[in-house]
């Protein structure tokens, strides 16, 4: 096979598919970056077998072929070159020659019949999403997924379509974010499904602000097609516990903040909490916020912030960066604290989002 491609555009589609290869195998091949020629193009194949990226990039084609080499060595000498046009071939031996401007590199390939297949998805169930709707809501959801692997089915986020909206959820057992959206959808399309935490990082990382992404759903599979790259990623098996039930219907408490005000108390005070001694305070009194942290053999600190309170007195405990985790995520210029107890959750709700956060105790 031989190609000739713009640095640009290789390098942005072999920086696309490397995320997902392996790097130390049992399968060596998994470290590999699957590379074959199309009419007018080059099509890029990464994959860990839970999850599958194909990118698509510009190249003009001499010799027709298929090849397969190291994801990352390969994105390393692309990284590097000039940034001129790249010559790339690859003989029946899988040995593949790298050419631009003075520099010449001869790097090992490994055939095609070598890699896994990418599994087929029929397009039964789909639907259109705007990019900068998707990302909106993953940012506002994933990072509350559970890192825990005992907790399978919390490492990923929950969706539900169904009746014109869809909504994600997640969780990790100490904190809940859902939002919800409307959108378009054919008729009579109802499906749940768990998104492994592998789909949501790279839909995080590719998703873009303009364009639409067309996902379609089969048995265990999700594809996400999005401009010239497609993610396809098996499904968390299992079910999702019932969220619904955790999130309090009404506070008896709502605070009115300024979020970046908020966010820069809870994170400076924050320094003085440690792994062991997590949490940090907040008072509630009329028109101020007390936020502190004290730690034996660390120290103390306390931010006041004012704020239009009449209601009663609480004293509640947080992990910090569960407060720090949604306030940065969020653009509003204020936000509403709602608060009943120093044993109930406190809650962060916006039009079309929930967060539910519980409390830690108090020293």
């Known amino acids: 096979m031989k190609f000739q491609s713009k640095k640009e555009s290789l390098l942005r589609g072999i920086q696309t598919v490397q995320n997902v290869t392996v790097g130390k195998s049992t399968l060596p091949i998994l470290s590999n970056v699957l ?16 999850i599958g990226v194909i990118c698509t ?8 072929g298929s090849v397969t080499i190291p994801g990352k060595k390969f994105g390393d000498i692309v990284r590097d070159l000039p940034d001129s046009d790249i010559y790339f071939s690859a003989k029946k031996n899988s040995i593949v020659t790298i050419e631009c401007e003075k520099s010449f590199f001869r790097i090992m390939g490994l055939p095609k019949d070598e890699f896994p297949k990418i599994p087929d998805v029929h397009d039964k169930e789909t639907f259109t999403i705007d990019h900068i709707v998707l990302k909106e809501m993953l940012r506002m959801t994933s990072f509350a997924i559970c890192h825990d692997e005992t907790r399978y089915v919390l490492n990923g986020i929950y969706m539900v379509i169904g009746n014109g909206r869809i909504h994600l959820v997640a969780t990790d057992g100490r904190r809940l974010a859902i939002v919800s959206r409307e959108v378009s959808l054919p008729k009579g399309l109802e499906k749940k499904v768990i998104i492994s935490v592998k789909a949501v990082n790279e839909l995080n990382r590719i998703l873009e602000d303009t364009g639409s992404v067309k996902v379609a759903i089969d048995n265990n599979q999700i594809v996400f097609h999005l401009n010239d ?4 990623s098996r499904l968390v098996e299992g079910e999702f516990p019932n969220y619904e039930n955790v999130i309090p219907k009404e506070c008896k408490e709502k605070i009115k903040v300024d979020r970046e005000g908020f966010l820069a108390s809870c994170k400076r005070v924050s320094l003085l909490t440690t792994h062991e001694s997590q949490s940090i305070r907040i008072d509630l009194m009329k028109g101020k916020m007390v936020i502190s942290a004290n730690t034996p053999d660390v120290g103390e600190a306390r931010e006041e912030i004012d704020i239009d309170h009449k209601g009663g007195e609480i004293s509640i405990g947080f ?4 407060l720090i985790d949604v306030l940065k995520n969020m653009d509003n210029k204020e936000v509403v604290l709602e608060l009943t107890d120093g044993e109930k959750p406190g809650v962060i709700r916006d039009e079309g989002y929930v967060y539910v956060v519980l409390p830690m105790q108090l020293a």
């Open 35 to 50: 590379i074959e020629t199309l009419k007018n193009g080059i099509r890029m194949v990464g994959t860990d077998l839970d």
């Open 57 to 64: 990039a510009d190249a003009t084609v001499t010799e027709e």
């Open 229 to 232: 790259t497609v993610i396809i």
């Open 319 to 322: 992990n910090p960066n569960y």
